[in-house]
Every structure is written in C-alpha cells, then in structure tokens.
C-alpha cells in the first residue's frame, strides 16, 4: 500500500520568511495530493491540492509542486504569519483510491 | 447539519471496557471515513464506507475495532476490551463522493482516554 514520509517534524521560521515542507510516497499509481492544516485543539482543513497533470499551483500565499518521477511533493508558504503556525500534513490518493494516505505532520512555528 | 459532527468530545474509560464512538457527516455526502490520530502523529486510516458498497476494512488495527453506518449517514466506532494504546483522538470525515474528487471534511474528533 502507499506509504507517506514527511520532512521535517518541526519547522521554525521568523516573521516573513518562507517555509517549506516536504512529501515522497510510495506508490506510483498515487495522482492526487492534498495538503491539510490543523491548528491546534481544532480540525484538520484543506489547504491546497494537486493532481499528477499538474506540476505546481499556486493560492496566494502558498504554492505546492510535484515532482511525479522522483514521487515527491512540496508545500511553499511565503512571507509567513503567526497565524500560519499549526500542524501541516501532506497525504497522497490513487484517482480512483477510496483513502487518503497521510503523513507523519509537520509542526510549523512562526515567531513574531 | 453544517458540519460533520462528533461525540462524545472526550471520553475517559478503564481498560477493559468497550466504548462507541458517534459520527454524523454532512447531509449528502457519500463517503465517510475514520481516522485515529496518536499524540505527535499523523492521521492513521481506519475504515471507509462509500454508499451501499462493503466498506474498506483494511486500517482496523485489531478484531477490537468495528464500525458501521446505518443508512448510509451516522456511523458508529465500537471498540471492545479497550486498552492503553488505544488512546487517541478519533476523527471521522465525510466527502461528497471519492476522497481523490474532493474535500474531507473532519469532524472535531472524540479524544478517547484509557486509564
């Protein structure tokens, strides 16, 4: 089955700098990749997605690239917030797969 | 409802005894989904249930857990002979149709605690 790895566990950044988080997975029959952000004590939502016909998109602030030969995926978030600081998790599906796969989270701190 | 909607929020229970877990999705949405997530972890897939299909058992960590969705809106997580490492938030999702078409929406979880 597939499998995700997230890098890195926790990520600290100053006021306006970028972050970036980091995916690969397993399965090559994978072609939808949604990213999710979980504040805390609250419940995870949907950020951003894409899909294997796409290499990068882009909503405002954050961006998320793909990179279907080496399965690896990216979320970018610019000119960070404090409000952008949460548990970002990134997870993979086959376009007809009945689960999204997660990974392991990545605990984003932005400091003012 | 407006949203996928969870109880109990917290549950404290001994080892050993069995607990139920609620799930209401959003009206209309097909697929709902159970996902456990352990303190410092990531979202670990439990089971999905998709219409009037079989559901797709193959996260259920141990013949403890079950679930059902009785036609075809609430679900319910039953855990028997709970123990320790059964601990966790349990988080239920619905979406409209396949999760690879769009949005899970999560509900706000039920925090299971076993002393």
């Known amino acids: 089955g597939e499998n995700v790895e997230q890098h890195p566990s926790t990520l600290s950044v100053q006021e306006g700098d970028s972050a970036v988080i980091k995916c690969t997975y397993s399965d090559s029959a994978s072609n939808y990749f949604p990213w999710y952000k979980q504040e805390l004590g609250k419940r995870p939502q949907l950020i951003i997605d894409?899909?294997?016909?796409?290499g990068e998109k882009k909503d405002q602030r954050i961006a998320v690239t793909l990179n279907k030969t080496a399965k690896h995926f990216s979320l970018h978030i610019t000119e960070t917030q404090p409000e952008d600081s949460a548990v970002y998790f990134c997870a993979a599906s086959e376009e007809y797969g009945n689960k999204l796969v997660f990974g392991a989270g990545t605990i984003l701190r932005v400091k003012s | 409802g407006a949203g996928v909607s969870q109880s109990p929020s917290n549950k404290v229970t001994e080892k050993g005894k069995d607990v139920e877990l609620r799930c209401d999705p959003i009206?209309?949405?097909?697929?709902l989904y159970w996902y456990r997530q352990s303190l410092g972890q990531g979202l670990e897939f439990l089971i999905y249930f998709q219409g009037n299909s079989a559901p797709d058992k193959s996260g259920l960590p141990s013949d403890r857990f079950s679930a059902e969705r009785t036609g075809g809106s609430v679900s319910t997580l039953t855990i028997q002979r709970t123990q320790q490492e059964d601990s966790a938030v349990y988080l239920c999702?619905?979406?409209?149709?396949?999760?690879?078409?769009?949005?899970?929406?999560f509900g706000e979880g039920s925090r299971l605690t076993v002393l």
């Open positions: 999702a619905s979406s409209l149709s396949r999760v690879s078409t769009g949005e899970l929406f």
């Open positions: 894409i899909r294997s016909n796409v």
């Open positions: 009206s209309g949405h097909t697929a």
